[in-house]
């Protein structure tokens, strides 16, 4: 587990009770004093000093946040002055031999580190310089600082006058040690507070390259973890995924993600042996705060990802409470094999595509049997039934069974991630139960305040009952937890829902420069054109769109006659045959079937799918009230039915 050697600052006065813990560490400095054994291996080099003993950095008598390899290094370094140090003893003495990892990238990541830490750089070294093929070399003069032995006769008189200089001067010590502590806490406190992380993807150290599922894991579990704390924002996995392998310098992804700090890191598997360190970086100025590094049991990785995000929170001062502690202190051991099949599951559901979709649910279902009592297969297994995508089948085939794995999720553990999300999805767009949704989106937000997914889903439930000034606003939020322009499409559509075709705008467009083969930002893009009757424009768009999706390109060849000869309403009754067709031997949502109707001007067409959406229980019938498609419709009773019968608030 981890290494107990976190610094961690108290930003208040202490208590009486407190005061009693000061007196009583000074008394045991001064016993430490009194031990001739306890000569420390002290090094000094320009403004700072080394505990090589200890493993200690320290600057101007601020200790430097530097541990675990990259002291290890410094050490080797400092006790060989002058010398070059090879990469091969290095190897030797951070790597032992029955462990399996990438050397090349660790060595590189520990000296980065430790230049990092020092203030110093490749380029322009002051202290550790690289000497190509060969291994590295500390420059700077170095002075050793050890007591000298002639000293020691004399050192010990004078450690028992120190002895009794302290009995005597208690109070004295223990108010140095509040000064002490209150001026590193300011120094601390020098930089800008930080409110915002993003977590870049942990590196897989470990010789497989196929590990790179459980590295990933690791990175969603540790994200998953920060996500907990509702005073901290912290950026999505999918914004931060894009810059995994990235050369972009942390400063440059700070200033893309909008953030205060970067955490990054390794994971390294060997065996049932997990090793995971991890870097704490303020973005301006640019710091090194903190390292560490944590060493556990495949079964007990996700538990240390809680004291990692722990350990983040006391760092940068931000204060848990008492559920966010809870949360983050659970146990949650797991069967080793069910978490692989987990990890390499959600690994797939990530890639996006109908076939990784499908080898996903089975390495869930496979999870399920290697552990039935691990709630995070269920509760991803839920969310992937509970969400439409192309080719799936009707929401009476798989809403039932988002429910069931959903509750099961929750039975095992009431916080797990995406439960309550699942619930509340099935409740809103199943079960057209407003209330439920409503509970269990502000359940899953209560646990997870981070959780971009879910603060989308409650946008749209929001705009869907006619609250779009604050459906906006928890739209706004979503935005600012995921930068990343392929989680844009939900807040678009309900800035579309809410008549706020500025926003849309701004965004879609932003989505075409960023990726324009991305087919979703054309196809925005095109519903907004649309509303704003710009004919030309909604027509390259759409059939854009249409393009990158994927059509047959006969099809897509009928499609752009279509739009040549009758414009718009071309295109669209074009579109009606390919969904009346599709519907002979598949599942097409009916709404979508229906505002294709709406735009022939076939109100009766329109009328007899909204129907079958009706049956079928699409879940876009919940968005009758603000579709801006349907707005010819509205006046019509049977529209005024159907929107009762839905139970729209």
């Known amino acids: 587990m981890k290494r107990k050697d976190i610094d961690?600052?108290?930003?208040?006065?202490?208590?009486?009770?407190?005061?009693?813990?000061?007196?009583?560490?000074?008394?045991?400095?001064?016993?430490?004093?009194?031990?001739?054994?306890?000569?420390?291996?002290?090094?000094?080099?320009?403004?700072?000093?080394?505990?090589?003993?200890?493993k200690e950095l320290r600057k101007g008598g601020v200790k430097i946040k530097v541990h675990g390899q990259p002291f290890e290094v410094l050490a080797m370094l400092l006790e060989r002055p002058g010398e070059i140090v090879p990469r091969e003893e290095l190897r030797q003495k951070l790597w032992p031999t029955d462990t399996f990892v990438d050397f090349d990238h660790g060595v590189n990541t520990a000296i980065k580190r430790l230049r990092e830490a020092l203030g110093d750089s490749a380029e322009n070294p002051r202290f550790v310089e690289t000497i190509p093929r060969r291994g590295y070399r500390f420059i700077a003069p170095v002075e050793p600082t050890a007591t000298a032995p002639e000293a020691k006769d004399t050192s010990k008189r004078q450690k028992r006058i120190f002895v009794w200089a302290m009995a005597l001067g208690i109070s004295v010590v223990a108010a140095l040690i509040v000064a002490s502590q209150r001026e590193r806490l300011f120094a601390r406190r020098s930089g800008p507070p930080i409110q915002s992380v993003a977590v870049l993807p942990l590196t897989n150290l470990s010789s497989d390259a196929d590990q790179d599922y459980f590295a990933d894991g690791m990175t969603e579990a540790l994200i998953t973890d920060l996500g907990k704390i509702g005073s901290l924002r912290v950026i999505s996995r999918t914004s931060v995924m894009?810059?995994?392998?990235?050369?972009?310098?942390?400063?440059?992804?700070?200033?893309?993600?909008?953030?205060?700090?970067?955490?990054?890191?390794?994971?390294?598997?060997?065996?049932?042996?997990?090793?995971?360190?991890?870097?704490?970086?303020?973005a301006s100025p640019e710091k090194h705060l903190w390292a560490d590094s944590y060493d556990s049991e495949v079964a007990d990785?996700?538990?240390?990802?809680?004291?990692?995000?722990?350990?983040?929170?006391?760092?940068?001062?931000?204060?848990?409470?008492?559920?966010?502690?809870?949360?983050?202190?659970?146990?949650?051991?797991?069967?080793?094999?069910?978490?692989?099949?987990?990890?390499?599951?959600?690994y797939d559901l990530q890639q996006g595509t109908q076939e990784t979709q499908e080898a996903a649910i089975r390495y869930l279902q496979q999870a399920i049997e290697k552990d039935p009592s691990y709630a995070e297969p269920y509760s991803a297994l839920a969310m992937v039934y509970a969400n439409w995508v192309p080719g799936a089948n009707r929401p009476r085939d798989r809403m039932p069974k988002a429910r069931?794995?959903?509750?099961?999720?929750?039975?095992?553990?009431?916080?797990?991630?995406?439960?309550?999300?699942?619930?509340?999805?099935?409740a809103l767009n199943y079960d057209w139960d407003w209330t439920t949704a409503e509970n269990e989106l502000q359940k899953e937000l209560e646990s997870s305040p981070n959780h971009v997914y879910a603060h989308q889903?409650?946008?749209?439930?929001?705009?869907?009952?006619?609250?779009?000034?604050?459906?906006?606003?928890?739209?706004?939020r979503s935005l600012g937890l995921s930068p990343a322009v392929v989680d844009w499409d939900n807040a678009v559509w309900v800035f579309i829902l809410a008549r706020r075709y500025d926003l849309a705008r701004k965004l879609a467009q932003e989505e075409v420069a960023a990726l324009p083969n991305f087919p979703w930002g054309h196809f925005n893009l095109a519903q907004i054109y649309e509303h704003e009757g710009?004919?030309?424009?909604?027509?390259?768009?759409?059939?854009?769109?249409?393009?990158?999706?994927?059509?047959?390109?006969?099809?897509?060849?009928?499609?752009?006659?279509?739009?040549?000869?009758?414009?718009?309403?071309?295109?669209?009754?074009?579109?009606?045959?390919?969904?009346?067709?599709?519907?002979?031997s598949g599942y097409v949502p009916p709404v979508l079937t229906a505002m294709a109707c709406v735009r022939i001007g076939d109100k009766q067409c329109a009328f007899e799918w909204l129907e079958k959406g009706f049956q079928e229980r699409d879940d876009l019938m919940i968005y009758l009230k603000v579709e801006p498609v349907f707005d010819g419709l509205r006046a019509d009773p049977r529209f005024q039915d159907l929107v009762r019968r839905v139970g729209i608030p």
Do not use: C
């Open 404 to 426: 069931e794995f959903a509750l099961k999720a929750l039975s095992l553990d009431n916080d797990v991630i995406s439960g309550h999300l699942a619930l509340g999805t099935v």
């Open 242 to 282: 894009q810059y995994k392998g990235t050369k972009k310098s942390l400063p440059e992804v700070a200033r893309d993600l909008n953030v205060d700090a970067i955490i990054e890191g390794t994971v390294s598997r060997s065996g049932n042996h997990v090793r995971i360190t991890a870097n704490l970086l303020q």
């Open 8 to 54: 961690v600052l108290v930003p208040r006065q202490p208590s009486l009770s407190e005061a009693g813990n000061v007196r009583l560490a000074s008394q045991e400095l001064a016993v430490m004093a009194t031990d001739s054994n306890s000569q420390a291996r002290m090094v000094r080099f320009a403004t700072f000093e080394a505990d090589l003993n200890a």
């Open 301 to 346: 990785a996700l538990t240390v990802q809680g004291e990692l995000a722990q350990a983040v929170a006391r760092e940068i001062q931000v204060t848990l409470t008492r559920k966010e502690h809870n949360l983050l202190s659970k146990h949650r051991p797991a069967n080793p094999d069910a978490q692989d099949l987990f990890f390499r599951g959600i």
């Open 457 to 476: 889903f409650r946008a749209r439930a929001l705009v869907a009952r006619g609250k779009t000034e604050e459906a906006v606003t928890v739209a706004k």
């Open 534 to 584: 710009k004919v030309e424009d909604v027509a390259r768009e759409f059939l854009r769109a249409d393009e990158l999706f994927g059509t047959d390109p006969k099809e897509l060849e009928r499609l752009r006659g279509a739009m040549a000869k009758d414009g718009a309403k071309g295109y669209w009754r074009r579109k009606l045959e390919n969904y009346r067709e599709s519907a002979k």
